[in-house]
Nanobody
Framework: QVQLVESGGGLVQAGGSLRLSCEASGRIFSINVMGWYRQAPGKQREMVAAIPSGGSTDYADSVKGRFSLSRDNAKNTVYLQMNSLKPEDTAVYYC???????????????WGQGTQVTVSS
């Protein structure tokens, strides 16, 4: 089993910044993609940013230039630096990781419990 623990959410005014972290633990052989998704009430779930091991980060168009993703492989941790936050960024943010528990082609996607980000105008 793998657990993803998120932290860093909270309430911030528009234009402010927050930094989310996601730490993966458990039976982990390796992690390919780690990233963040978000879902606002009544809206479709969307990918915010994701980074594969040794690759480049994919960002949603809505956050390009404002959010920055980084990864610490030694700690199995991914960070999401969110700057210039807007009210439309308000959502529950979920960490996601594609985890290999052993050598081979089989991987599973794991999700964190979510952390609330609220941006006031």
């Amino acid at each position: 089993q793998v657990q993803l623990v998120e932290s860093g959410g909270g309430l911030v005014q528009a234009g402010g910044s927050l930094r989310l972290s996601c730490e993966a633990s458990g039976r982990i052989f390796s992690i390919n993609v780690m990233g963040w998704y978000r879902q606002a009430p009544g809206k479709q779930r969307e990918m915010v940013a994701a980074i594969p091991s040794g690759g480049s980060t994919d960002y949603a168009d809505s956050v390009k230039g404002r959010f920055s993703l980084s990864r610490d492989n030694a700690k199995n941790t991914v960070y999401l630096q969110m700057n210039s936050l807007k009210p439309e960024d308000t959502a529950v943010y979920y960490c996601n990781a594609e985890v290999y528990s052993d050598y081979g082609p089989i991987a599973y996607n794991y999700w964190g419990q979510g952390t609330q980000v609220t941006v006031s105008s």
